[in-house]
């Protein structure tokens, strides 16, 4: 049961936050001062020891005049990046013919002179707020001498003045107050916007998918049609006010539980033989932490784990990441199916989401439609501890409003971001829930049990590769790896821009989500085949007409990785692709997406086998982590791919992807040898297909077509079945 005296010491934790962080940040804009002066004084000026105190300096400074071209260049090289290092001014220097000292000096009084530009902008801004407060005192004052009794009519003397009147003058005094304190903190951020959150963001359109014909696009009544019925997403709304001072306080708490969980080894994390894993010690996370949100409760099991890894990425944006809750499903697309921010408590300082606090909804998969999806209504909060380093906790709120139907609840759970030099940062992933996976089908139990479908290895593996994707996406240059007809940079970004949307549709679409009602096709086997139709209408980025939608999971006595290489080669496609029919697959176009060679994006061309069809085209992206796979792809028109391939808009090409999910059947490795049994080294396959069955969106669904995809579906299986497990069915 929740205690309200527990988090006493951290009442007033949110409302200091702002208070410590402007000194801290003055003492940051005086160092950076200081840095800025020119050094060209420093250097021609006589030390003490050398001046004649009765000696009057007769020479004049001597100022070297740069030329034209090198006042160019060094502009140029300024704007790219305005705080070379020693290497980078000893490069610029034996271009321009300039000592490196030079090159220094220059910088430094560069930087003194923008800074002097933008406090003299800055300083006409607050002259002219200044102006208008001045303004709005003399019409007060104008008001006040003439003001009248409202009952007499006579004038009426300070004393007299009516309670609103009162009011009013007190309000505008703290909005005074309020945008004088407004504007010292908005100094300090040069150059970083303020941060604005919507009260509803849902993360991509919903999905009313049913065999009664469902849609793509949204509908009016957001609220209503959104999602299914009866699901977390749709029933949670808003906290009140009185609960608010509550979610404060077991935030706060949250993030203290969280820090410790992170930062502690044994005897809290019991370390595994092989050291590959962290096992909570429930026993001394009790002693730990007594009162934390209250005992588990029935029917429920516990669920922790910790993972540390280094990425490519600056703790500020993985911060950015986490708190914006579209990028957030954007980049966990694979883990989080559906995630809304309810209400923000606070936008925190302005300028970063330090003391930011937001109250959400969200959905986990796997993308598997075997696999029940956990949904959680929690409160996420973020804060700065030190300079460079900082956590993110997240909370479920269901003490507030408790649910007979819940299945799972978050314990604190979250991340550190500790800066590391260069733009890399070190997370620490703790990830610790109660939850009830009776449900889970039997071939997914081991994976599940082993932490590696829901826990802190999945969520670090996913943030780690997802990461080097994006430090690819934003490359200045076309890198030594890329591969065939890409030409230009603005060709590489749309191709990585199409592929995105490309691996979020087919994620959104391949697990249990609630807004998904699947139907199976035959008996009661884990590898029947499930299906669901949605209709696409006005939606540029899709195909119009009837879609249907085709899933099924196996169990393979292969190691993932195995699997992984012969579905995304292009050499053995036609071993298992029937829309190919048999034709040759060239790859025109690849690029780099990390280091693992699997991790990348292709534009494969299919040469078919039938001189009477054309050539087809096909964009496919893989990556690979330790947690599992993925190969996606779709076919493109050609025309479209053009338009991609020079730089053209990428949202106007209309895609309907399909592909594998092929995750590891549990926490084993695979030792050699066959693999006898589920949870010792084999591949778990999800097999995924869109197709559009009809181009009339206004057509009704045949059962023709249902048995036709059906069938293909079924065919691609024994395929891929045959090809790398030829003795399973022996």
Not at 166 to 171: A, F, G, K, M, T
Not at 483 to 498: A, D, F, Q
Not at 600 to 612: D, H, K, Q, W
Not at 698 to 712: C, D, F, I, Q
Request: hydrophobic residues 35%; charged residues 25%; negative net charge.
């Amino acid at each position: 049961m929740y205690q309200p005296n527990m988090f006493e010491s951290h009442h007033h934790h949110l409302l200091d936050m702002s208070h410590k962080t402007q000194e801290n940040e003055l003492d940051m804009l005086r160092d950076e001062d200081y840095e800025s002066k020119s050094g060209t004084d420093i250097m021609d000026a006589p030390s003490g020891d050398d001046q004649d105190p009765n000696q009057r300096p007769n020479k004049k400074k001597r100022y070297h005049r740069h030329t034209q071209h090198q006042i160019q260049e060094l502009e140029s090289f300024f704007k790219e990046c305005p705080h070379p290092d020693d290497k980078q001014r000893k490069e610029l220097g034996r271009r321009l013919s300039l000592e490196p000292l030079q090159v220094k000096f220059w910088f430094q009084n560069k930087r003194t002179q923008m800074k002097a530009q933008h406090e003299r902008h800055e300083n006409s801004q607050l002259r002219n707020e200044n102006e208008k407060l001045r303004m709005e005192n003399i019409r007060y004052k104008e008001a006040l001498t003439n003001a009248t009794c409202p009952n007499c009519g006579g004038p009426a003397a300070i004393g007299e003045m009516s309670f609103d009147e009162q009011h009013l003058r007190i309000e505008n005094a703290r909005l005074r107050e309020e945008i004088d304190r407004i504007s010292g903190i908005a100094a300090k951020y040069v150059g970083k916007p303020l941060l604005t959150y919507p009260n509803l963001s849902p993360n991509g359109p919903p999905r009313s998918l049913d065999l009664p014909i469902g849609s793509f696009s949204p509908q009016p009544a957001i609220a209503d049609e959104m999602f299914g019925t009866s699901n977390l997403l749709r029933s949670v709304s808003a906290p009140t006010e009185a609960e608010k001072p509550v979610i404060i306080e077991l935030a706060v708490a949250a993030m203290e539980e969280l820090v410790r969980m992170a930062q502690s080894d044994e005897p809290l994390w019991i370390r595994s033989s092989d050291n590959s894993s962290e096992t909570l010690n429930e026993e001394h996370y009790s002693q730990m932490f007594p009162r934390g949100i209250g005992p588990k409760q029935m029917g429920l099991k516990s669920e922790a784990s910790k993972e540390s890894a280094v990425v490519i990425m600056n703790h500020i944006n993985l911060v950015e990441i986490l708190m914006d809750v579209n990028q957030w499903s954007n980049v966990f697309s694979g883990i989080v199916s559906r995630a809304i921010t309810v209400e923000v408590l606070s936008t925190g300082v302005a300028g970063n989401y330090n003391g930011a606090l937001q109250v959400m909804t969200s959905e986990y998969q796997v993308p598997s439609p075997l696999v029940p999806t956990r949904e959680y209504y929690f409160v996420r909060y973020c804060k700065q501890h030190t300079d460079g380093l900082w956590a993110v906790v997240d909370v479920s709120l269901d003490n507030l409003r408790p649910s007979p139907t819940a299945r799972s609840r978050r314990r604190p759970s979250g991340c550190l971001i500790e800066e590391l030099p260069n733009g890399y940062s070190k997370v620490t992933w703790v990830e610790h829930v109660e939850v009830d996976d009776r449900a889970v089908h039997d071939i997914y139990r081991p994976l599940v049990n082993s932490g590696l479908a829901f826990g802190a290895r999945r969520w670090v593996a996913t943030l780690d590769r997802q990461c080097e994707r994006l430090a690819s996406a934003m490359a200045s240059n076309i890198p030594g790896g890329d591969v065939g007809v890409i030409t230009t940079l603005e060709g590489r970004k749309s191709m990585l821009k199409l592929s995105e949307r490309m691996v979020l549709s087919f994620c959104s679409g391949v697990g249990a989500s609630t807004t998904h009602t699947w139907t199976t096709l035959s008996g009661s086997g884990a590898d029947d085949v499930r299906v669901m139709t949605r209709k696409s209408v006005d939606d540029p980025g899709r195909p119009p007409g009837i879609v249907l939608s085709a899933a099924t999971s196996f169990w393979l006595p292969v190691p993932p990785k195995q699997v992984f290489d012969f579905l995304r080669d292009e050499n053995s496609r036609r071993e298992w692709d029937i829309l190919s029919n048999g034709g040759l697959v060239q790859e025109m176009a690849h690029i780099a997406n990390g280091r693992d060679p699997g991790n990348c994006v292709s534009l494969l061309r299919v040469n078919s086998a039938n001189s009477s069809q054309g050539n087809m085209l096909i964009l496919q992206e893989s990556s690979n982590d330790s947690t599992g796979s993925y190969v996606i792809y779709a076919p493109v028109d050609i025309a479209a791919m053009n338009v991609v391939l020079s730089g053209g808009d990428p949202d106007y090409v209309a895609l309907l992807p399909s592909g594998f999910a092929i995750l590891p059947d549990g926490g084993g490795k695979h030792q050699g040898g066959t693999v006898l049994e589920v949870g010792n080294g084999g591949s778990l396959l999800t097999v995924a297909f869109q197709i559009l069955v009809d181009s009339v969106p206004t057509a009704k669904l045949s059962l023709g077509s249902v048995a036709t995809v059906n069938s293909l579906i079924k065919c691609t299986v024994e395929r891929i079945k045959a090809a790398v497990a030829p003795d399973q069915n022996a």
